[in-house]
């Protein structure tokens, strides 16, 4: 019985360690494709490199990349940590006061229709071409979700349980630190996921606009003197810092919240 008990958890210990191989396959069989759609449709150069020459890139300017990725890397990190220490006490107050929800809310959904390309000239002007346009091109991209998150994560405590919690004479710090935060976590979370990969995409933008380092400079050098396998090269580099910091965030996320993490787990071993 002992035996026939352990088989189920051997076996969901090996699709869990199989999951981290699904996504590498994918990407051998996109990068073979990748690579018959430009023999078979004899694509030019000039337009689309193949993998081969982007692997190539990589061998004789990994290292310029890798120093470039250093400034790409500090901008997104500061953006990200400005979104979650301004993001998340923003969607306490929207969540817990239906006036600075009414107030509040429709002006920050406002703000995210500008177009952050057509703004960023003005972080230039205003802070000079150092790190602060970059780092504020990143906040201003990560900040929406997390506030938005948050305030969906608040707002999902159930009546019941807030209703208990007032029943036992919980006062408000107490519902907040043993409630409504624990509630919210999970959500709030999420939104970091998605904050952290859109402040990559704020701190590139901020490059363009004005810098002389950088992967986002990288990419306007390589646009500029046709050089497709440096740019394509660049571009993976960033997925990359993205895919790491998507994953650090939910590392965090799994030591915070173990609890939730093993019902994810539960519920992909079930479906």
Not at 30 to 57: C, F, H, N, S
């Amino acid at each position: 019985m002992a035996e026939q008990a352990s088989q189920p958890q051997s076996w969901a210990r090996a699709l869990a360690r199989a999951s981290w191989l699904r996504p590498f396959a994918l990407l051998l069989v996109m990068l073979v494709g990748w690579d018959l759609v430009i023999r078979i449709l004899q694509i030019p150069p000039y337009l689309v490199p193949a993998p081969l020459e982007v692997l190539k890139t990589f061998q004789t300017e990994g290292g310029m990349l890798l120093v470039q990725s250093v400034p790409t890397t500090i901008a997104t990190l500061g953006g990200f940590v400005l979104s979650a220490l301004f993001g998340i006490p923003t969607a306490m107050l929207i969540a817990a006061s239906r006036r600075v929800e009414a107030y509040f809310y429709p002006l920050l959904v406002f703000s995210q229709s500008i177009p952050k390309v057509a703004i960023a000239p003005l972080f230039v002007v205003w802070f000079g071409f150092g790190l602060a346009p970059k780092v504020i091109t990143a906040f201003l991209l990560g900040f929406f979700p997390v506030v938005v998150a948050g305030v969906q994560g608040f707002k999902s405590l159930d009546t019941d349980m807030r209703d208990l919690a007032r029943s036992m004479k919980c006062s408000r710090w107490q519902m907040f630190t043993m409630v409504s935060l624990p509630n919210a976590l999970p959500a709030i979370f999420s939104g970091l996921k998605v904050s952290v990969t859109l402040a990559v995409v704020g701190a590139v933008v901020g490059e363009f606009v004005g810098s002389n380092s950088g992967i986002g400079f990288v990419l306007q050098r390589s646009i500029g003197n046709f050089e497709l396998p440096t740019m394509f090269a660049a571009l993976v580099l960033l997925a990359v810092i993205g895919v790491i910091l998507f994953w650090a965030i939910d590392v965090l996320e799994r030591l915070a919240l173990p609890w939730h993490a093993s019902r994810r787990q539960e519920f992909q071993f079930t479906s």
